[in-house]
């Protein structure tokens, strides 16, 4: 991604873990890619950010925190978001002042559950994850944080096997459960997903795991359905984690996706280039550059 005379601006990479996790998800990702252009910032309550108690209620709010770390992109951005993170990004791309700059689109099972509100079938799928919302976040409220992290954890384990975890991280998740509720309260106020996933025009990569909870998979699948040119990798024997329980499958995937972006923003660039050479007068001595614009998925 490093640019060349003529070429777009060297982009910026950017992903976004999950909840209960850090910025840490992403390390495998970050040695494949190399350079020194990667952030994997850590989302406000986990990691370095769990200090303090003031959490942002909305997604907005989010990349209101998030700003010290996208500050430091340099021209146009590939976003890659996970879980929770996936939310987030997709609130980036769509409605944010970075919106323009993102260049590529990468999101993995993307919590948005209020895209599940508009058929009955999918309003049962809605409805059962607002009340895993509500058990995990009464809770938390009631002091019960084993209990809230041994329900938030088997619902998203899907019919998967449970994911056996370190007791350092198992207390990790105790000690930053009380972020939980402020996360389900974000994904829950965002309305108009339909809507804004309709609207976007970025280079998008949606990923699935078939083990994951249903909810999130039929999410994947709506999205694939209204962002025009969607790419969709499903893993059939990945859970919910698969960034990290299946990352050599789903880092290549990254990083054509990335790639074909960058790919796709020289071509432009170039037959830009050609449309201005067309129109200079008769006689001009340039040569000019006549390029047809592939499919993005070609």
């Not at 809230?148 to 449970?162: D, I, K, L, M, N």
Request: hydrophobic letters at 45%; one cysteine or more.
């Amino acid at each position: 991604m490093t640019g060349l005379d003529g070429a777009p601006d060297a982009a910026s990479v950017v992903a976004l873990h999950c909840s209960l996790g850090s910025g840490r998800q992403w390390t495998k990702l970050a040695a494949a890619l190399g350079g020194d252009r990667f952030m994997a910032p850590d989302i406000s309550g986990y990691g370095v950010a769990a200090c303090g108690r003031d959490w942002p209620r909305t997604l907005d709010g989010e990349i209101a925190r998030l700003e010290p770390w996208l500050a430091k992109a340099c021209g146009p951005i590939h976003l890659i978001g996970h879980s929770y993170g996936g939310a987030i990004a997709f609130r980036l791309a769509t409605a944010s002042p970075y919106a323009s700059r993102i260049r590529s689109l990468t999101l993995i099972e993307p919590v948005l559950p209020t895209l599940l509100r508009d058929t009955p079938a999918d309003a049962r799928l809605y409805e059962r994850f607002a009340g895993i919302a509500r058990v995990v976040s009464q809770d938390v409220f009631d002091g019960a944080v084993l209990e809230a992290v041994e329900a938030f954890t088997a619902f998203w384990a899907g019919s998967g096997p449970r994911e056996q975890f370190s007791p350092s991280g198992r207390l990790r998740m105790i000690e930053q459960a009380d972020k939980l509720p402020y996360d389900f309260n974000a994904a829950l106020d965002l309305d108009a997903v339909a809507a804004a996933a309709g609207a976007l025009k970025v280079p998008t990569l949606l990923m699935s795991g078939g083990l994951s909870p249903y909810v999130t998979q039929r999410i994947v699948a709506k999205l694939a359905a209204l962002i025009d040119g969607a790419a969709t990798r499903h893993l059939p024997g990945a859970g919910h984690m698969l960034p990290v329980t299946h990352a050599e499958r789903v880092n290549p995937e990254i990083l054509r996706h990335i790639w074909r972006a960058d790919e796709l923003a020289t071509l432009e660039l170039a037959a830009d280039a050609g449309a201005a050479e067309a129109a200079q007068p008769a006689g001009s001595a340039r040569a000019h550059l006549v390029m047809r614009r592939p499919s993005f998925w070609e």
